[in-house]
């Protein structure tokens, strides 16, 4: 049984919650932690073994406002192991929250689903 995950909201680090019975997999904040390593390999590992045996659901919430190139290797990262999902054929979307001033945040996303493959959806707010 996958226990959920729960990092708090750090001035350096983005709230996580991955929840696999509540079907919750949130991403909130910002992400430029002194050592990217060691903040998402939690993650990582709870992700490779979330993909094993996934919710025949998986809606992932990303409403970041910032992270900075080493948290985007590991985002990517991320998504790679995710994309396992839809290789399967089975139900994945990322919801991307963008801010309709900050065409980085945008660009980014666009950037992630394109590598990954993984379905995304665009929500300004």
């Not at 708090?8 to 909130?28: A, N």
């Not at 430029?32 to 025949?56: A, G, H, Q, T």
């Amino acid at each position: 049984m996958l226990k959920e995950l729960r990092l708090h909201e750090t001035p350096d680090s983005f709230e996580v919650i991955l929840d696999k019975d509540r079907s919750r997999f949130e991403f909130y904040g910002k992400s430029m932690p002194e050592d990217p390593n060691s903040f998402f390999i939690p993650i990582l590992d709870w992700l490779k073994e979330y993909v094993e045996n996934p919710n025949r659901e998986t809606i992932i919430t990303f409403k970041i406002d910032y992270f900075n190139s080493a948290s985007s290797k590991k985002l990517l990262d991320m998504f790679s192991i995710l994309s396992e999902i839809h290789k399967r054929k089975m139900v994945i979307v990322v919801n991307w929250y963008y801010r309709p001033v900050d065409e980085d945040m945008f660009e980014s996303g666009e950037t992630f689903a394109e590598l990954s493959k993984i379905p995304f959806k665009f929500i300004p707010y």
